[in-house]
């Protein structure tokens, strides 16, 4: 998050509280809330605003922060070719007239086993 973007964040407790403008305060708050994103600590700013009917502190935005993280649901990455199943369409095969559909492992997210061979 830049300085412009919490400035803004900033300006909206100030008004939601009726404090004055501080600019030291601006900055270690700035300090301690820059390495996350400027929709996260809006999202932060927002909830508190709403919930808290006194001046969080900077360890209560960041426990909101954290609050919020915890309950965003993140799906699991899945394959792109297979979707996740693990198989994906082979070659088409034709025996005795008729064309026979196969399926093999994904190559990108079940890589074939290497089995040793024998020392014949």
């Known amino acids: 998050m830049d300085r412009d973007v ?11 509280y009726n404090k004055p403008m501080n600019v030291e305060q601006m900055g270690v708050y700035y300090e301690a809330l820059h390495t996350y994103s400027g929709l ?7 909830a508190l605003v709403k919930d808290r009917p006194h001046w969080p502190h900077v360890a209560d935005v960041r426990d909101k922060i954290s609050s919020i993280l915890a309950s965003k649901i ?15 369409a082979a070659d088409q095969q034709e025996h005795f007239g ?9 190559p990108l997210c079940r890589p074939a086993k290497a089995y040793p061979r024998s020392a014949a």
């Open 6 to 16: 919490w400035t803004k964040h900033y300006k909206k407790l100030i008004l939601a």
């Open 40 to 46: 996260l600590v809006g999202e932060a700013v927002d």
């Open 74 to 88: 993140y799906e699991p990455a899945t394959c792109a070719r297979c979707e996740g199943n693990g198989f994906v």
């Open 98 to 106: 008729i064309t026979y559909e196969y399926v093999q492992r994904c």
